[in-house]
């Protein structure tokens, strides 16, 4: 079988985005050039894997990621307002309480700066985190500025999270996984591929979701959901406020969720959030967002050979990322 590396490097990623609304929208936040108006940095730092900038404004603190000498927000929190989701497409991601409303065991690949299971952590009780971040300095940020919780039941992990998942016993560990693992503006590749989602669907509880965090713009979406068709039995797509994002929940068991049932979850946990979840409900896809002919995503190498290949993928998107299709 002949692998053809398709090579999306970022100016060919943002030439596949539609208008430039869709840029702002491109890898986890807006993109812009530098430090803006009235905002100071707090802290510069440098890993092997990322260029972080940390700066606030007013009450505001904002994570960047920079590439190119483009900054990308990872992060952004509210210090006077610090239980609230600050950024619209963390916001949508949580259409997956929307599906699985109980979940109370949280696994965060892509951590970041912690808003997405800080929040959740806070607002609902019982809750348990699993955060993992491949790079030490973006975990010491995100607990130096941007109030992540010190609690025994919120644990914070430095790892890749596919060798995470893989060293994770198979079984009921997980009510819900929230894949929002960018390497500046790419997603590596090894986290994108059906055995990758086969393991998380081996880890999820009963009744348990994943939800991915994906733009529908680029020419790897419709491969993106042709792989996560072929392991999960139900996948339920939503719309970001303005429409330039996609958070897709999947669901280890098969959930029609039909718009009556969809909307009654909704308002069992409107009294959760701070913001309008009815709304969310509303923007769910009706029919596929994407053309077919999808391909599915092959790990493409030997499973003994994983941590190599884990290493090769993160490092080769630094500069752009080669994603092969079968």
Known sequence: MVVRPVRLGRRALVRGLSGLGAVAAFGPGRAR??????????????????????????????????????????????????????????????????????????CMIGFGGGQISTYLFERIDG?????????????????????????????????????????????????????????????????????????LRARLAPGGVVVANLHHST???????????????????????????????????AEPLGTFELRRRARSVAGIFDFDVLGLASRRYRAPNYPPGGRILEDGFDPADLPEAVERHNRACHDDCPYPTH
């Not at 100071?40 to 505001?60: C, F, G, K, Q």
């Not at 109030?147 to 009921?172: I, K, M, N, Q, S």
């Not at 072929?230 to 994002?245: D, I, K, M, Y």
């Open 33 to 106: 050039g530098g430090v803006g108006s009235g905002e100071r940095v707090l802290e510069r730092a440098r890993s092997d894997y990322n260029e972080i900038v940390v700066t606030e404004r007013d009450t505001v603190r904002t994570m960047y990621f920079v590439a190119d000498g483009t900054w990308y927000i990872e992060s952004r929190w509210d210090t006077a307002h610090p239980r609230s989701l600050d950024l619209d497409y963390t916001r949508t991601m949580m259409a997956g309480f929307l599906v699985r409303p109980e979940a109370r065991r949280l």
């Open 127 to 199: 809750m348990e985190v699993d955060g993992v971040d491949i790079d030490p300095e973006v975990v010491r940020l995100a607990r130096t500025y941007f109030g992540v919780p010190h609690d025994p039941r919120y644990r914070t992990h430095v790892a890749d999270g596919r060798l995470f998942v893989e060293r994770t016993p198979a079984g009921p560990r997980f009510d819900m996984i929230v894949l929002d693992a960018f390497r500046g503006v790419f997603v590596p590749y090894h986290l994108k591929t059906r055995q990758f989602y086969e393991a």
């Open 219 to 253: 020419r790897m979406y419709p491969h993106d959901r042709a792989t996560f068709d072929a392991v999960f039995p139900s996948c339920h797509a939503f719309a970001s406020e303005r429409g330039l994002q996609t958070t897709l929940v999947a669901c280890r068991d």
